[in-house]
């Protein structure tokens, strides 16, 4: 199976940037990707996804905000992040869909915190 870990969290400040980085021990190319969330005493939440075919949705809550994407060569998803909000705080996960089935594996994640 495809492991994957994230990277390229940290400490930022609200309206501040960081963009993260989801490596894939192996191919990636026929999988839906997506990055999830999970602040302290909540469920882990949906936040992107990208298709094997590129179409992107995202949670309400950071359209127009959040980038996903991936690179296929690279095996590499990507979550660039603007405009961050203290709401925002949480471990990210990178995880991946096959077919119509989520993985219900997580990694370690990267910590993500917005505050001033």
């Known amino acids: 199976q495809v492991q994957l870990v994230e990277s390229g969290g940290g400490l930022v400040q609200p309206g501040g940037s960081l963009r993260l980085s989801c490596a894939a021990s192996?191919?990636?190319?026929?999988?839906?990707l997506g990055w999830y969330r999970q602040a302290p005493g909540k469920q882990r939440e949906f936040v992107a996804g990208?298709?094997?075919?590129?179409?992107?949705k995202y949670d309400d809550s950071v359209k127009g905000r959040f980038t996903i994407s991936r690179d296929n060569g690279k095996n590499m998803v990507y979550l660039q992040m603007n405009s961050l909000k203290p709401e925002d705080t949480a471990v990210y996960y990178c995880?991946?869909?096959?077919?119509?089935?989520?993985?219900?594996?997580w990694g370690q994640g990267t910590q993500v915190t917005v505050s001033s």
């Open positions: 192996r191919s990636i190319v026929l999988y839906d």
């Open positions: 995880q991946k869909k096959y077919g119509s089935t989520w993985s219900d594996r």
């Open positions: 990208i298709t094997s075919g590129g179409l992107k």
